[in-house]
């Protein structure tokens, strides 16, 4: 493929990624550039090791072996302390179950993002009540998320993660728990967002037509990429 979008810098890399669980191996070998903007689908079967890829390219997990760069900046021999600070100024997270604080109103959920990066409270209320708006969720501001049905409490996760304006996105089955029309509404809501603020995405999923929203697929087989995958970043095309 001469897809130009592959040629630009990439705002993750890994080289060789390698991570073993005790004898799991769960990468052996991961080599991986995303374009900025990219919107990346993350495919394979259960337990080939599509969430400790991730993790790894998320900088919650550290490689046994190999690297990870984002914005050209190795990132996976930083301490903890470090990595925990890129993870809340450049990353952002959702999960499949979207993992909000059980006491906090959907507002309060969107907002803490916020106050951790030291943004004062009205200014992060507003700007949270903004991104509840983005996701149809403006009436919903004071409700618990035990108060919310699948579908909007996976769209708050989805505000909660967008909110601070993250470079990256990782999306682990975000909509996993969803029925398809409550998972197309989150799905469609989030890819509307992130198109529009050029954010880039990592998004795992085992739904083919959740991955037919992303720019392209890899698939992941006993920890490493398959060979065949569509929009292969090196060597395709040689
Ligand atoms: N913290 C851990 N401790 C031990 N083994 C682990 C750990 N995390 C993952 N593994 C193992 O590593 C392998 C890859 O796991 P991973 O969670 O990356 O798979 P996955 O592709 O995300 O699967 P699924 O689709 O079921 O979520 C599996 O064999 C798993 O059991
Ligand atoms: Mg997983």
């Not at 990439?10 to 060789?16: E, G, H, I």
């Not at 403006?138 to 998320?145: Q, R, T």
């Not at 890819?191 to 992303?214: F, K, M, N, Q, S």
């Not at 720019?215 to 490493?224: L, P, Y």
Request: net charge negative; proline share 5%; aromatic share 4%.
């Amino acid at each position: 493929m001469s897809d130009a979008t592959n040629r630009r810098t990439p705002v993750l890399a890994t080289r060789d990624l390698q991570k073993s669980f005790g004898l799991t191996e769960a990468l052996r070998g991961v080599d991986l550039a995303i374009s900025p903007g990219e919107v990346v689908a993350v495919m394979g079967p259960s337990g080939s090791g599509k969430s400790t890829l991730l993790h790894c390219l998320a900088g919650v997990l550290t490689p046994d072996q190999g690297e990870v760069t984002f914005d050209g900046q190795v990132i996976s021999a930083l301490p903890e302390r470090d990595r925990s600070r890129l993870r809340l100024k450049a990353f952002g997270f959702v999960f499949q179950f979207g993992q909000l604080l059980p006491d906090l109103s959907a507002l309060d959920n969107v907002t803490i993002p916020l106050l951790l990066g030291g943004t004062k409270r009205a200014p992060a209320l507003k700007q949270a009540a903004e991104w509840l708006d983005r996701f149809g969720l403006a009436d919903k501001g004071d409700k618990l998320p035990t108060q919310l049905s699948g579908g909007e409490a996976q769209r708050v996760a989805v505000a909660r993660a967008l909110v601070t304006h993250p470079a990256v996105l990782f999306a682990d089955e975000p909509t996993g728990s969803l029925d398809s029309l409550a998972g197309e509404q989150v799905l469609a809501a989030m890819l509307g967002e992130v198109r529009e603020g050029g954010t880039t995405v990592i998004l795992v999923t085992h739904d083919p037509r959740t991955a037919a929203y992303a720019d392209r697929e890899v698939i992941v087989r006993d920890g490493r990429l398959s060979p065949g995958y569509r929009g292969a970043d090196q060597g395709a095309d040689a």
